[in-house]
């Protein structure tokens, strides 16, 4: 499927720089939290893509990238698998940064405008978001996703993700010794463990720990076993449901 020539040789070992240098400061700077994609089937793609024959693919270098769905060489790959399924791809738009940020997207639209007009459709391979975006920001194009946006989490090593948040609104980390219940419980309990708890893990399944053995061990180690036995207040999930906006106000300094 993928036909590497020099040039898309070149722009993979750029990649991979960049990617090092990226992955590098994450690690060093304890990062790496994304939100986790997948690619859709070919089958899902050509059959979303069907009436469609100039095609022009976005990508970022932000969680698409680290996911390894919309770097440059996810891109190239694409290019190719739908040239050899009879569609004419124009080219991409790739985001520094991410397709959340209508700024910088907006940047790279109008230096490809020439490009996009010509197109029929865009495939998205970056998450929900920056299909949205682009549905928002190009609406006489049809924007069309390349994934499936799974869940908020950590990249341990290339091609590892293990969901870590559910974007619950009212953080309890504090309260979990830095471990979310909500995320990482299976049954998503705010006063476990269940009854489902044996040897450190969960009766999910067998690879799966128990979210609240870990709890406690770990404030058992901080020393604030007392927290456990606290009976949790009511959580407000309101805080939960959508859609939300929120707008941050300009200030000098972080408490005003
Ligand atoms: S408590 Fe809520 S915000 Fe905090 S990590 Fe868990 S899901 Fe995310
Ligand atoms: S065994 Fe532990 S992680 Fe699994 S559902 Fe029960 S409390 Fe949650």
Redesign the pocket.
């Known amino acids: 499927m993928a036909r590497l020539n020099v040039s898309t040789s070149f722009v993979l070992c750029i990649q991979g720089h960049l990617f090092s240098i990226r992955l590098f400061m994450e690690i060093i700077l304890g990062l790496g939290r994304m939100i986790v994609m997948e690619l859709k089937s070919k089958e899902d793609i050509l059959e979303m893509l069907e009436g469609y024959e100039k095609i022009v693919l976005f990508g970022d270098s932000g969680c698409a990238q680290m996911c390894d769905v919309g770097g440059i060489l996810q891109l190239e790959d694409m290019t190719d698998f739908l040239a050899d399924h009879g569609k004419d791809v124009l080219g991409y738009v790739f985001v520094e940064g991410g397709l959340c940020d209508e700024f910088a997207t907006k940047q790279e639209l109008e230096k490809h405008k020439n490009m996009l007009e010509e197109a029929d459709a865009f495939l998205v391979q970056a998450c929900g978001v920056a299909t949205q975006n682009l549905t928002e920001m190009v609406p006489e194009k049809i924007s069309l996703p390349a994934v499936d946006s799974d869940f908020?989490g950590t990249m341990p090593e290339r091609f590892h993700h293990d969901e870590?948040?559910?974007?619950?609104?009212?953080?309890?980390?504090d309260l979990?010794g830095g471990i979310?219940?909500?995320?990482r419980c299976a049954k998503g309990l705010l006063n476990g463990p269940c009854g489902g708890s044996m040897d450190g893990m969960c009766e999910r399944d067998e690879d799966t720990e128990c979210a609240w053995q870990l709890i406690y061990d770990r404030l058992r180690e901080i020393d604030k076993l007392d927290n456990i036995k606290r009976i949790w207040e009511m959580k407000d999930w309101s805080k939960k449901h959508g859609p939300k906006t929120i707008v941050h106000e300009a200030k000098d300094a972080l408490f005003q």
């Open positions: 908020l870590r948040c559910s974007m619950c609104g009212e953080c309890v980390l979990t979310c219940p909500i995320t």
